[in-house]
Nanobody, 116 residues
Framework: QVQLVESGGDLVQPGGSLRLSCAASGIIFSSYPMAWYRQAPGNQRELVATITSDGATTYVNSVKGRFTISRDNAKNTVYLQMNSLKTEDTAVYYC??????????WGQGTQVIVSS
């Protein structure tokens, strides 16, 4: 059974930092591209960052320079380091493992609230 479990979401003040973790099981983790998405109430789910099996990364423009995606294949875990957080970053953050067309896995989400 494939399982992605996010953790690390919290309430934080603007300018603060959080590190999200996503622990994967049931897949050959080192072979999978991984991604973080987020969704705020009333909004569509947004792709935030991706990382290939080789470690190449992409980011949505709004988080460039503030967020860093990384992975530890030995731990089957992908991370999202979030610095200089803004209120606009408030959302539920989801971990995704995707290998089209047959495999598309999601975690349950972890809540990030940025508020003073």
């Amino acid at each position: 059974q494939v399982q992605l479990v996010e953790s690390g979401g919290d309430l934080v003040q603007p300018g603060g930092s959080l590190r999200l973790s996503c622990a994967a099981s049931g897949i050959i983790f080192s072979s999978y591209p991984m991604a973080w998405y987020r969704q705020a109430p009333g909004n569509q789910r947004e792709l935030v960052a991706t990382i290939t099996s080789d470690g190449a990364t992409t980011y949505v423009n709004s988080v460039k320079g503030r967020f860093t995606i990384s992975r530890d294949n030995a731990k089957n875990t992908v991370y999202l380091q979030m610095n200089s957080l803004k209120t606009e970053d408030t959302a539920v953050y989801y971990c995704n493992a995707n290998w089209p067309p047959e495999r598309d896995y999601w975690g349950q989400g972890t809540q990030v609230i940025v508020s003073s």
